[in-house]
């Protein structure tokens, strides 16, 4: 059994002859002296334990282990530096000519299906007269909350759902891309039709169904006199070019604090035309977008007297629509950067 | 939520309205109804029967043979229960139920059998045989379900036996978060009256008898959070258990019965959404309530037996020492209503909505009160509970009196409110025309005053509507039309001006990139976060305080908001190369950048990063270089890379490049420092690029100009020649195109290093090309230009021509 004292010393005569090592050679030697496998001398230590009773090789094996890790890190970081120092030359030994041109062979990559996903929408959006436009992630509350009819007070201000910014109370990472209705109301007036795709986030643990990072596209209309029946029509006619087909819609009372009336839609399942398939449980139908009538308070928030102007705004999960397309079924996929996923787009 | 239909009979007649039909009618108006629940499900063809005589069985020493009358007829059946007698009223289950053999497996459908050569019609079932088990607990093994203490008679069906006979609707309670209302059986009463067109009958409560010689007081210290606090005594009450009717309810809507005083307040709230509370009155040395915000450090052992360290954010409701129970959450178990209580303070008040919310969540306590609270109750209510629970408990415990006067602190008065709208803009919102009637019809039955002077319409709004949920003309469209229905609007298309959108060349530009690397450089798109961990930062060796940092990050590993987009992609690079042999990837995304404004906010430009790491690869640099100069052909861009000597440690410092169009650095590239890599557990040399897409935005648009194709041939003489190696490829260029207008191309075709080249050097070899605009050019004139060529090779670049 290994006395405290031997142990002291082997620990000494390593951290000697590590000091006086000059290059990596010479450490994969000492490496090898004290932890080959077969006679490394702290392996010998460490196989003495065998002979111990259960109690005394608890403790002596933690001691040993704890010794091996030390000079197992001690070890490590010779190495790094004998490599820094080899290294330290490669700006002349392995300089190149960064103007140098270069033959290049053709290759096929991916989009990521998100983009694709987006890509689409937004062109059926511009065939349809709106402007595209993006914002910032990194918000204001004011245009995350305040501006879309969120009160202070309101539950979805609750840190459980948002992340703020450290020593930036007023900022936050935008909840939804709902930030753009003044921003864009304010930036182009009315009348308006634009479309905003984009980066959202929630602050919720992940798991197959729940990511804090996610996309949404999101319309907003504001003219004259626009009424829900012209947003059923609109809505219909977005979806149906993006599906390249009729669908119907229908929709059920939502309460969503930038829109009155506020509704949550369901379309034709796209997958079995509403026959009743897997994805759609059997129902024929999807949840898949919320939309409502703009809110007076939003409308003069983007500086619009709402007797004169209304509008709607109609927005649906982007993420959530790649999902249903593809039956991918977990989203943290889309945040993985896992080439095995990405190749399959 | 759980909703009884039953309970809602109370209120509006739909006895006759299948329950399908409701759940389908409230999910499309009102709340999602998730499931309708049919209360003893499964037991269709199970009756009470009574056993007439027990013999043995002559083959089976367990087993009797019985006769069963199940009032049409008596049936022979073979039973292995242990406490079977004549005259037992027995659950019998006929051929054809569906039962679970001993309470385990699946549902088996019960046959006519021989057991051990006798007949057996049927099956006498233990009480987990048909799902009962729970509620009729086994005290040994082969116990049949004893029926004899109920009183119906042989034949009824067992359900009905029982009292179930009810139906639940679930409901998602995200679905009426904004409907404080909902929250109770009135609310839902409500609702399916205006969907069904029925009457709701009103909701009658007695006024509470003047009690007395109790004195109770309430100060109410905090009034923002407290908007009205009613409390009063009641003593001589008896705890016992309550009515089995009541049980049954709060049963169905998934609430434990607990004693008779604390199911009354829990009843009322299922009823009215007003939670309440039952104090024992024998705790309070004074009869004197506060309410109060907790003091930091005080504690309180709640109902739930958990004991909960209070801040001084927390409203309390306290006597004159301590707090008793958290507002609003949860009650104390010290002051809770035991078998021993005879004398109980019921409070029914309206707490701040987001105070409770707020201290729900730091405690972690949720429970039937604090959802209701969250949601933001009007005063109006409380009075309505207080008044419902009293009734109750007078009429529960017969003995009972009000021992006090009703104290009823108050902080707001509630003016009438109402909206004042036009009666067509109901049409003018909604594109559907709706006759008044309806509108009107509607509106009242969902309890709204309607008064119409021409087109004037004034629509007064009930106090149990919540100010949030009603204030202006397009509530109440609203609530017209999704009881009206929304699938009776038909669509239409607005009238728009013909004129094309404005552009967005940004998201042009970010898309054209994508396609170019994806579809014609071969590179993958890969999608980070925005966050990233401080371990990557610093193993790369980034600043940490260059970063933005999130202020209550939940996923704790990645609490930095990114600078840069390479550091996640070196993390995907890391991954990928385990079963990949070569990685090519790019993205584009938003990065933030500290002390950098643009107007309120940091700047977050749009950027797009470039990884590319390859096993056999030893340069991987020209492989992002030669995607970068095909992209750049592709935009019509022309593209200039500088070598950086000056490089941070994280990058190889022998093969870092910026780049610009025009004047404009756009962006950089290089190889990551080798050593970094490592670090990073990558063990292949890496190549990053990033570039700012608002950057380069600025300098697109480069058009294409035809110039008339020369009718003079063009003449090639290729040139090689050593020079050192620190003379870069567009030094070279830019000094031969110099020589003479009549050099129109010069072409790299080989480079070299190595065997017969002196060391730190190299031999480079182009094609050099020769036009005139208005000759043909001779071999003499050529032969000239090639010598220039050579003397400024030799003087500018000490070059060794090859020969």
Known sequence: MASQIEVEALKQSFQEALESTRDIAALDVLEQEYFSRASGKLTLLMKGLGALTPDERKVHGQMLNALKNELFEELGNKRVMLEGKTMSDIAIAEAIDVTQPVEFPPGFGHMHPVTRARWDMEEVARSMGFLVEDGPELETDYYNFTAVNIPPTHPARDSMDTFYVKDHPHWVMRTHVSNMQVRLLKKYGAPIRAAYPGRCFRNEATDARHEHTFYQFETIVVDRQITFSDMVGVIKALLSGLFKKDVKVRFRPKFYPFVEPGVNGEMTCMLCDGRGCKVCKGTGWLEIFGAGLVHPHVLREGGLNPREWTGFAFGMGLSRLVMLKYGIEDTRLLQSGDMRFLEQF | ?803
């Open chain 2, 1 to 803: 939520m759980y909703i009884s239909k039953q309970w809602l009979q109370e209120f509006v007649d739909i006895k006759n309205i299948p329950p399908q039909e409701i759940a389908k009618r409230l999910t499309l108006s009102t709340v999602e109804v998730e499931n309708v629940r049919v209360m003893g499900q499964g037991l269709e063809q199970v009756v009470v029967g009574i056993v007439k005589s027990v013999e043995k069985h002559s083959n089976a020493d367990k087993l009797s043979v019985c006769r069963v009358d199940i009032g049409k007829k008596e049936l022979q059946i073979v039973c292995g229960g242990s406490n079977v007698h004549v005259g037992m009223k027995v659950a019998l289950a006929q051929i054809g139920a569906k039962v679970r053999w001993h309470g385990q497996g699946d549902l088996v459908e019960l046959k006519p059998v021989e057991i051990r050569g006798v007949a057996s019609e049927g099956m006498i079932c233990a009480s987990d045989e048909i799902g009962l088990g729970e509620m009729y607990r086994k005290t040994e093994e082969k116990e049949i379900l004893d029926l004899s203490g109920i009183k119906a008679k042989v034949g009824t069906p067992l359900a009905k036996a029982l009292g179930f006979v009810d139906v639940v609707f679930e409901i998602d309670n995200k679905s009426l978060s904004h409907r404080s209302d909902l929250w109770g059986h009135v609310g839902i009463a409500r609702e399916v009256s205006a969907l069904f067109n029925k009457t709701v009958r009103p909701y009658k409560t007695p006024s509470i008898p003047k009690g007395k010689g109790v004195k109770l007081s309430v100060e109410i210290e905090e009034k923002k959070l407290c908007a009205r606090y009613m409390a009063v005594c009641v003593h001589e009450v008896v705890v016992a258990p309550s009515p089995a009717w009541m049980q049954s309810r709060l049963q169905a809507c998934g609430v434990r019965p607990i004693n008779n005083i604390v199911d009354i307040t829990n009843y009322v709230m299922l009823e009215l959404g007003q939670p309440m509370h039952a104090f024992d009155a024998s705790h309070f040395k004074t009869k004197r309530i506060v309410v109060r915000k907790a003091k930091n450090g005080e504690v309180l052992k709640a109902l739930d037996g958990k004991e909960f360290a209070l801040t001084k954010e927390m409203l309390v409701i306290a006597d004159t020492a301590a707090p008793i129970a958290i507002a609003g959450i949860m009650g104390g178990e010290e002051s809770s209503v035991n078998e021993e209580t005879t004398m109980v303070i019921l409070e029914s008040a309206t707490f701040d909505a987001s105070s409770i919310r707020r201290t729900s969540n730091a405690l972690g306590l949720r429970s039937e009160s604090s959802a209701r609270f969250e949601k933001g109750l009007t005063v109006e209510r409380a009075e309505l509970a207080l008044r419902r629970a009293i009734a109750l408990m007078l009429e529960l415990c017969p003995n009972a009196k009000v021992a006090s006067a009703v104290v009823d602190k108050k902080q707001v008065k509630t003016p009438k409110r109402f909206v004042d709208m036009s009666s067509e803009s109901v049409e003018r919102v909604l594109g559907l025309s709706i006759p008044f009637a309806i509108t009107k019809q509607i509106l009242i039955r969902l309890g709204f005053g309607v008064v119409r002077r021409g087109q004037a319409l004034r629509v007064v709004i009930p106090n149990w509507r919540s100010e949030k949920d009603i204030s202006i003309p397009a509530d109440i469209i609203e609530e017209v039309i999704r009881i009206h229905g929304f699938s009776r609007i038909r669509p239409s298309l607005p009238l728009f001006s013909i004129v094309p959108p404005v552009d967005n060349p940004l998201r042009t530009l970010e898309y054209k990139m994508k396609q170019l690397l994806a579809h014609e450089c071969g590179f993958t798109e890969t999608y980070n976060y925005s966050f990233v961990s401080p371990e990557l930062l610093e193993k790369i060796g980034l600043n940490l305080e260059d970063h933005f940092e999130l202020g209550n990050p939940i996923a704790k590993d990645r609490p930095y908001i990114r600078r840069n987009l390479f550091p996640n992609m070196l993390e995907n690079v890391e991954a990928n190369l385990h079963r990949f042999d070569a990685v090519r990837l790019f993205e584009t995304g938003h990065v933030y950048v500290k002390d950098d404004m643009t107007g309120d906010l940091p700047a977050q430009d749009l950027f797009l990063g470039l990884a590319y790491a390859a096993k056999e690869t030893d340069i991987p640099f020209y492989a992002i270089a030669g995607a970068m100069q095909r992209v750049f052909t592709r935009l019509n861009i022309s593209l200039v890379f500088r070598k950086d000597i000056d490089v941070p440690p994280w990058q190889h410092p022998g093969r870092a490049a910026h780049f610009l169009v025009g004047e404009a650095a756009i962006g950089w590239m290089g190889e990551l420092h080798p050593f970094v890599a490592k670090k990073l557990g990558i063990e292949s040399r890496v190549a990053i690029l990033e570039m700012n897409l608002n950057a380069l935005l600025p300098h697109l648009g480069g058009e294409k100009f035809y110039r008339p194709i020369p009718p003079y041939p063009r003449v090639t003489r290729d040139i090689a020649f050593v020079v050192s190696k620190e003379i870069a490829h567009i030094m070279v260029v830019e000094a031969l195109q110099k020589i003479s207008p009549l050099i129109v191309g010069v072409e790299l075709f080989d480079v070299y290093e190595g065997k017969n080249i002196p060391a730190g050097k190299k031999s480079i070899a182009f094609h050099i090309v020769y036009q005139s605009s208005d000759r043909t050019l001779e071999a003499g004139e050529v032969d000239k230009i090639v010598v220039d060529i050579e003397k400024a090779l030799v003087s500018n670049f000490f070059a060794e021509i090859r020969r």
